[in-house]
């Protein structure tokens, strides 16, 4: 990937990759010169997959995007604001829900404008089909026996299983 562009920050924990986030990868395509998906540890969540292990997902998911050299995926820990000044990111994306998902999103961009005024969270709402989806509702769907093809990539589904049934 080149340095050259307007390179947006796309963070998250990605515990696993949905197809929500891959449509909010394509909109950021859209708009920014470089998207840089950046996977956060987040050990407060109790993720269910490593973050070796959620790259590594996020990198087959994402490959046809990453080799036309317009997407990049990394992982950052510490301050987000820290990593996308070391990325020299001109805003942070984010993706919009619903409702209840306001609160927490307006006071992360609210405290990231505080620590860095100098950059801009952008907020995107994904495809309606995926409006209540959520990697936490997928799993406990996985772990119950419920189909959830519609909302993953197949690669995805088989290692949701497989860590379910594994554990
Ligand atoms: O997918 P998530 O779990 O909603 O992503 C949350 C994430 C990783 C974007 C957020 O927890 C974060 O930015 N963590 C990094 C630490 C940080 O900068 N905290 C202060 C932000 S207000």
Request: charge should be negative.
């Given at each position: 990937m080149t340095s050259t562009g307007r390179r947006v920050v796309y963070p998250g924990?990605?515990?696993?990759?949905t197809n929500g986030h891959l449509d909010m990868v394509c909109r950021a395509c859209q708009i920014f010169d470089r998207v840089t998906v950046a996977v956060s540890e987040n050990r407060a969540k109790n993720p269910l997959f490593s973050i070796d292990e959620r790259l590594e997902m996020l990198n087959i998911v994402l490959a046809p995007v990453i080799k036309s050299g317009q997407v990049e995926v990394d992982t950052f820990d510490g301050l987000l604001v820290d990593y996308c000044r070391k990325k020299g990111a001109v805003a942070v994306a984010r993706g919009l829900r619903?409702?209840?998902?306001f609160e927490y999103e307006f006071q992360m961009a609210l405290m990231n404008r505080h620590l860095a005024p100098e950059l801009e969270t952008v907020f995107m709402m994904s495809?309606?089909?995926?409006?209540?989806?959520?990697s936490t509702l997928l799993k406990d769907v996985v772990r119950l026996g419920g189909d959830v093809a519609r909302f993953v990539p197949a690669a995805i589904a088989t290692r949701i299983h497989r860590k379910l049934t594994s554990a």
């Open positions: 924990s990605f515990d696993p990759v619903a409702l209840s998902d495809d309606e089909k995926y409006t209540y989806l959520s």
